[in-house]
Structure formats: C-alpha cells, structure tokens
C-alpha cells in the first residue's frame, strides 16, 4: 500500500515530527510505503530524505499568489498520473483548501489527518470542507469530538502518535556533560519546558509561578524552543524582558530552537508545560516521559489522555499558585520525582508505541 503525505512543510512543530517519525519507522510496516508531497522546503524536508523516503516537491503555494497555486497543482496532478498510489492524506485543512480540486478529480481514497479541533469558522477550513474524505484521521479524542460540522457524516478515527522512544535511558555522564554545556549546575534540579513559542503553551503562567519559588535555592529552567515568525520573535522578547522583571533571569535558561531535545529531556528533572489553551494532542508530554520525567500541565485537551496520577499531575487552568505548589513538591521531594518518573516511560509506551500505532495507521488506511 503507497501512501501519499500531502502537507505545507515551511514550519517546525508537532506534525513535523509525526511525518518525520513516519519516515524512520516505515520499517515496522513494510507493506505500508510512505512518500510525501511538500509544498516548502525546510526543516521537514531536509529530515525525510535525511531518513531515506521519498519527497516530491510540489513548490510554493500562497493563496495571495493564485499562479502558485495553480502551478503546485498541476505538479501534483502531475504526480499522481505518474505513479499509482492507494490512498492520500491530506495534513491540516490548509493542504487540503489548496489541493482539493486535483484530489477530487483523481479519484484516490483521501484521508483528513486532523491534527487539532476544526471549527468550520476559518475560511481556510471552509474552502478546505469543498472536498470530503472518505476519513477524519484524528490524534486525540479531544479533537475527534470537537470535529465540528466540517464533514457532516464522514467516518472518524482516533489515532494517538507513534512516537520514538530515545535509544538508551539517561545517562550520568551524559547528563552532566549538557548540564555543563548549558552553564547548568550538575546537582541543580532542571525544570523544562518544550514547546513552540505560542502563547498558549503557558510560557508566562509558568513564569509567574517559578517567580513564587525565588526563596527556593537548586532549581534551574530551561525554556526550548525557537521562534518561526515575526510574531513568536515578539513574544520570546516579552518572555526575556519578564523572566528579568520578575527577577528570576539568571535561573531560566531560553535556548531557543534545538536539534537535541532527548538529550536535554534525559537532562532534566521535571517537565513543565502549563497550557492555557487546549494541547490537540501533546507530542512533547509523551517525549517527556520517555525520558522519565514527571509531566506537570494543565487538565485540558489531550493532555487528559496522556497524564495521570502515576506519571504526573493535571493542574488548574490559569492557576499560578496551584502550578507553584506542584512544581515546589516536585523540587523538593526526590523520592516523589523518582517514584512518579519510574512509571512515566510505561505510560509513553502504552500510548504511543511507534511499532504498534504504525499497524494500527496501516490497518485503518488499508480500510478505507
């Protein structure tokens, strides 16, 4: 079974590293073949062919620029009359708004990959909803019941990320060799945060609160995560000014963009992502606990159906102090970071087993 992987391919984030997970475990499903059709060249496209899969570059669409456009499509006609595919998934309403005239016309099974909850209210999504799937792939039950009435009727699935374990658990030597890389002392306790700079991830909630935590000497954080446009440029200069306003500049650590994240997890001590909106899934909570981290963030979203009380702590939305107390437990307390974080990489597994959940992929496309 070819599958093809339509996507925009121009940023980083949590669908980037599904597709690139996709490529580096193809191996466990040798009768499911992935390929990829990407719009831009980046990041994403440099990490496929990095993984050996095949990547077709479609070119540069903009809705601004209607000659692109045309010109993206007719490149992906073009590739489908050339090579026979079984079925095509469409990653986000943004692939599917540009190419769903070709789709349409080509008569493939088509599969909506829905990597966050659809509102029907953008107008991406509504020139996006011109094309009906024969599916709604959706990573979370969170963002299958928040669907919306994009595709009234269409047959849903819910698919939790395969995600890659890291190949060998924490290492002293290795911990303490990032922490000295990272200016970090070797028995200081290291709270991290991974995520993308948005503000909804929580990045000025979970300063306010290690802003409570200034009379408690040994903790360390470190904020990952590197700005993709203007907007996030603005927001990491907002986030240093506070971290200085609040007088905890020299305990927190913005490192920015980072090719290294298990690395850094295996670092650390305690994994801190105070979302004040809804997570669709969580990608970097399951990271987390591979590495054996506790995860403390918000009870929202798919973090509902990640965390638990045997691998971390669901807190308030909006809640600083709430988020300063756990996080002071968490400092305090080893024999609780060490029982707590001896459960996560079970929880990771029983999850997101990339081998089981690249069947589970295959057998719900072979269905369609």
């Given at each position: 079974m070819r599958v093809l992987h339509i996507y925009s391919g121009n940023l980083y984030g949590g669908v980037e590293t599904l597709l690139a997970t996709l490529a580096r475990c193809r191996h466990f499903c040798p009768n499911m073949e992935p390929e990829f059709a990407l719009c831009f060249e980046g990041r994403l496209s440099w990490e496929l062919h990095a993984a050996g899969a095949i990547v077709h570059a479609v070119g540069p669409a903009r809705f601004r620029n209607p000659g692109s456009v045309w010109r993206a499509r007719r490149r992906l006609r073009l590739?489908?009359?050339?090579?026979?595919?079984?079925?095509?998934?469409?990653?986000?309403?943004?692939?599917?708004?540009?190419?769903?005239?070709?789709?349409?016309?080509?008569?493939?099974?088509?599969?909506?990959?829905?990597?966050?909850?659809?509102?029907?209210?953008?107008?991406i999504e509504r020139w996006a909803g011109r094309t009906t799937p024969g599916l709604a792939l959706c990573n979370s039950r969170f963002t299958a019941e928040l669907y919306g009435g994009?595709?009234?009727?269409?047959?849903?699935?819910?698919?939790?990320?395969?995600?890659?374990?890291?190949?060998?658990?924490?290492?002293?030597?290795?911990?303490?060799?990032?922490?000295?890389?990272?200016?970090?002392?070797?028995?200081?306790?290291?709270?991290?945060?991974?995520?993308?700079?948005?503000?909804?991830?929580?990045?000025?909630?979970?300063?306010?609160?290690?802003?409570?935590?200034?009379?408690?000497?040994?903790?360390?954080?470190?904020?990952?995560?590197?700005?993709?446009?203007?907007?996030?440029?603005?927001?990491?200069?907002i986030l240093r000014t506070m971290s200085r306003r609040l007088a905890i500049a020299d305990r927190v650590h913005f490192l920015e963009e980072r090719s290294d994240v298990q690395r850094l997890l295996g670092a650390s001590d305690i994994f801190c992502q105070p979302n004040t909106g809804p997570e669709p899934f969580g990608i970097a909570l399951i990271e987390a606990l591979y590495a054996g981290l506790p995860v403390l963030t918000t009870a929202m979203g798919g973090a509902l159906e990640i965390v638990d009380g045997s691998c971390g702590e669901l807190l308030p939305a909006s809640d600083p102090e709430s988020l300063a107390a756990a996080l002071r437990r968490f400092i305090e307390r080893g024999g609780l970071r060490r029982s707590v974080g001896a459960a996560c990489v079970a929880r990771a597994r029983q999850l997101c087993d990339p081998q089981a959940q690249i069947h589970k992929l295959s057998v719900i496309l072979a269905g369609i």
């Open positions: 590739l489908l009359q050339s090579k026979r595919f079984d079925v095509v998934v469409c990653h986000m309403a943004w692939p599917l708004a540009i190419f769903g005239p070709v789709l349409r016309k080509s008569g493939l099974p088509l599969v909506s990959w829905q990597h966050g909850p659809l509102s029907g209210r953008d107008w994009l595709y009234p009727g269409v047959q849903k699935a819910v698919l939790h990320y395969p995600v890659i374990p890291p190949a060998a658990p924490p290492d002293q030597i290795e911990r303490a060799a990032v922490r000295r890389g990272l200016n970090t002392p070797e028995d200081a306790i290291v709270i991290i945060q991974v995520s993308r700079l948005t503000p909804w991830k929580g990045h000025t909630l979970h300063l306010e609160a290690l802003a409570k935590l200034r009379d408690l000497d040994g903790w360390v954080c470190w904020i990952v995560g590197g700005a993709q446009r203007p907007e996030e440029v603005a927001y990491l200069g």
